[in-house]
């Protein structure tokens, strides 16, 4: 139950926003009169020369009646628990009735003597996920030269989200299931004690379920005259989750949700989801040595999924419901020929992707809608749409218009490597290969009924061709001893037809987004690495990468999410978002009789992110954040117990303890503030110019949340990599 709030004020909730009526007054609903009126001591009045007639310029909040404070307007947001119920006995004692209304008001929802308060996690969803595999499969050898396998596979992912909701419908306090507050429409009263905890995904007194997901509340969905017979005057009164009594929460203190004045760090409310997917794989493999100079591999592949996604409506009517099942297949050919001074591999690989989906013939005009004049009735006549013939006409409502099978794709990779040992100690090599990789299966299934609800709706392309990389790389590598080699390599990658997405208008104002393959980037660097081998009793490696990441954007969203702030898509190459520049990374063994230690070194330039306020036209990443590093150290010692080895270890990750952004809370506060920060340290501020931009609360200390710009102004913990961490354990090896 949210605070109480006084009658007058009602209607400027939502007033300026509809989707903001949701009990709580924003900063921008509440009025200047109204501030006023809480800051004057005594009750106030619109009835400024006392004749009880709501005069000119009298009527403050326009709703045409004369408003004075009552003896309870003083509880609205006064950061205390109000009631008449002075004993707190459920009942409206003599004297307790401080407004002549015969009714028991309090802000006492949960009846527990206290002003209600939500933790912050109350409304997130709790997740039951469920997974298994199946792997099966043999080895047959042919002869001493050739053999093939055969395997076969079932992975099965199923998820379920729920939020736990449970709300005192007994606003009055009387007990009994008043009209207006059966708010999940079972018909009951539903118990509630605000004290009880949350156990789990589906707790005992969760209110509201669509575990059919028909995208009705299920409590509702019960025979409400009480015939024996669901029928269309019971469905009727089913209460669809577009209709959810109880709103999502809208903004109230900066990214946060509130329930109140009193409450407002709380998230939004998640609707109810489920998916499944099931991928079922068979491999076929089979490898020859034909000859001395050459090893044939060969095979094939085949991937077959089963895929259902379903999400209840939100406020704004956008949902998801999608069962597909599509299939791909590749078949490959690899030939390892070794000569004389030259080994090359050269290969070809045959990849088939199968959407089994359709989509409109016209994208600009998707599906049929009450406004199209068309044929209706199948005879070739165009007609008006009439709801009243609507039950003798061969298409439907939001059905695809022109329904087309989408395409299949056929794409063939060819790989090649050619090694040349230059002396006995020496080789160089080089690798050359196009790979396709298919897009990810939401960017072609998203939405594929067209629903346009809410104001940007996003729908799946199911004829989204895969991405292309055309890779190269050369190197040389030199083997000092038999213990000890170095390597140099330098590699360039082309990344073509990356999944972007685009506008389609179906009228002059109306849009949609769909997924295509548009965007290009390229990665070039080198990479310089050391190896020590076992077994001697110190081995181990280190690796240097130098590398730049172009292209034109860095993630599917980008150009969405451009288009929807009114921006200006950028057609020019920006870095992206995982480049970075340098990386480091290294191992050290130190091994003696049954003992090891290792220590696990990595370190890189920060990544990439973009400066906030450019304007419409924006160049990406042009911004780093600071540089990362890390140090694990693990020690153990084996004993070998016969047919066992018993190791005891200890592991210590970040040994340092070496705080690591892995990214900012708000992009916006943690570039002005850490320039801030950098104009004190460089000497461009004095102290006390500092102070003054980061010491909100005056008390002469500058704010933590200033000094740490990337945790947000909500200090939010997660933009941290963990901190030193200790583990102890053993383990036995058969």
Same mark, same amino acid.
């Given at each position: 139950m949210k605070s109480y709030m006084p009658s007058y004020l009602a209607d400027l909730d939502g007033a300026s926003d509809p989707f903001k009526y949701d009990g709580i007054l924003d900063d921008s609903e509440i009025p200047e009169w109204f501030q006023e009126w809480q800051s004057t001591p005594g009750l106030q009045t619109e009835d400024l020369n006392g004749n009880s007639v709501l005069d000119a310029g009298e009527d403050l909040n326009g709703n045409g009646v004369l408003d004075s404070e009552g003896v309870l307007d003083a509880w609205y947001a006064n950061g205390q628990l109000n009631t008449e119920d002075i004993n707190f006995n459920g009942v409206l004692d003599d004297g307790e009735d401080l407004n002549d209304n015969n009714i028991l008001d309090s802000e006492d929802a949960d009846r527990n003597k206290a002003l209600t308060t939500y933790n912050m996690f109350d409304r997130e969803p709790w997740i039951d996920r469920t997974s298994y595999l199946v792997t099966g499969g043999f080895t047959h050898t042919l002869s001493a030269k050739t053999y093939y396998e055969i395997k076969a596979a079932t992975f099965n992912t199923s998820s379920t989200n729920n939020v736990i909701e449970r709300v005192n419908e007994d606003r009055n306090y009387n007990l009994i299931l008043d009209a207006g507050e059966d708010l999940n429409g079972n018909g009951v009263l539903d118990a509630y004690n605000g004290n009880d905890s949350i156990w789990g995904f589906d707790d005992s007194k969760d209110m509201f379920h669509d575990a059919n997901n028909n995208d009705y509340v299920d409590e509702s969905e019960r025979d409400w005259n009480n015939d024996g017979v669901i029928d269309d005057t019971d469905k009727a009164n089913w209460i669809h989750w577009v209709d959810f009594p109880v709103d999502e929460g809208f903004t109230y203190h900066r990214s946060f949700y509130g329930v109140g004045p009193h409450n407002p760090y709380t998230y939004n409310r998640d609707h109810w989801h489920e998916d499944q997917k099931v991928t079922n794989t068979f491999k076929g493999d089979l490898t020859s040595q034909m000859n001395v100079n050459h090893k044939v591999n060969t095979g094939f592949e085949y991937k077959g999924y089963d895929l259902y996604y379903?999400?209840?409506?939100? +406020?704004?009517?956008?949902?998801e419901e999608y069962r597909v099942k599509p299939w791909e297949m590749a078949l490959y050919i690899n030939d390892k020929m070794e000569f004389p001074g030259i080994i090359v591999n050269l290969g070809l690989r045959w990849e088939w992707f199968d959407p089994k989906q359709e989509h409109p013939g016209d994208v600009s005009d998707p599906t049929w809608t009450s406004e199209d004049y068309g044929d209706w009735y199948g005879t070739g006549t165009n007609v008006a749409y009439n709801p009243a013939q609507a039950a003798n006409y061969v298409h439907e409502l939001r059905e695809i218009k022109d329904p087309q099978k989408s395409a299949t794709t056929t794409r063939f990779a060819p790989r090649l490597g050619v090694s040349y040992p230059i002396t006995d100690r020496d080789m160089l090599y080089f690798n050359y290969g196009r790979y396709y990789q298919r897009p990810r299966l939401d960017y072609l299934f998203r939405n594929i009924a067209y629903n346009m609800g809410g104001g940007f709706p996003i729908v799946g392309d199911p004829n989204l061709g895969p991405e292309l990389t055309t890779s190269y790389e050369i190197g040389v590598r030199h083997q000092f001893k038999s213990e000890i080699m170095i390597e140099a390599k330098g590699f360039y990658k082309d990344i073509f037809g990356l999944t972007d997405t685009r506008p389609?208008?179906?009228?002059?104002?109306?849009?949609?987004?769909?997924?295509?393959?548009?965007?290009? *980037?390229?990665?070039?660097?080198?990479?310089?690495?050391?190896?020590? +081998?076992p077994p001697s009793w110190f081995y181990g490696e280190v690796n240097y990468t130098f590398s730049i990441a172009k292209g034109k954007a860095s993630a599917v969203s980008q150009g969405y999410l451009t288009e929807w702030s009114g921006g200006i898509v950028p057609t020019f190459e920006s870095f992206l978002d995982w480049d970075q520049t340098h990386t480091f990374s290294g191992n050290m063994n130190f091994r003696y009789a049954g003992f090891l230690?290792?220590?696990?070194?990595?370190? *890189?330039?920060?990544?990439?992110?973009?400066?906030?306020g450019q304007g419409r036209l924006i160049v990406n990443n042009t911004e780093s954040l600071p540089p990362t590093a890390r140090t694990d150290l693990r020690i153990s010692y084996t004993q070998n117990m016969g047919p066992t080895d018993a190791t005891v270890f200890m592991l210590a990750t970040n040994i340092f303890d070496r705080t690591n952004i892995l990214?900012?809370?708000?992009?916006?506060?943690?570039d002005v503030y850490r320039t801030y920060n950098d104009q004190y340290k460089n000497g461009s501020l004095?102290?006390?110019?500092?102070?003054?931009?980061?010491d909100s609360d005056n008390d002469g200390k500058p704010d933590y949340n200033k000094t740490h710009p990337e945790m947000g102004s909500d200090l939010d913990p997660s933009v941290y990599a963990d901190g030193r961490r200790f583990q102890v354990g053993v383990s036995f090896s058969f």
């Open positions: 379903h999400d209840t409506p939100d +406020r704004y009517g956008y949902a389609i208008y179906w009228s002059v104002s109306d849009w949609y987004t769909t997924y295509f393959n548009a965007d290009y *980037g390229r990665v070039r660097g080198f990479e310089l690495s050391l190896v020590k +081998r230690t290792s220590f696990v070194v990595s370190a *890189g330039s920060g990544t990439r992110y973009t400066k906030p990214g900012v809370s708000d992009i916006e506060w943690y004095t102290y006390d110019e500092y102070l003054a931009l980061v």
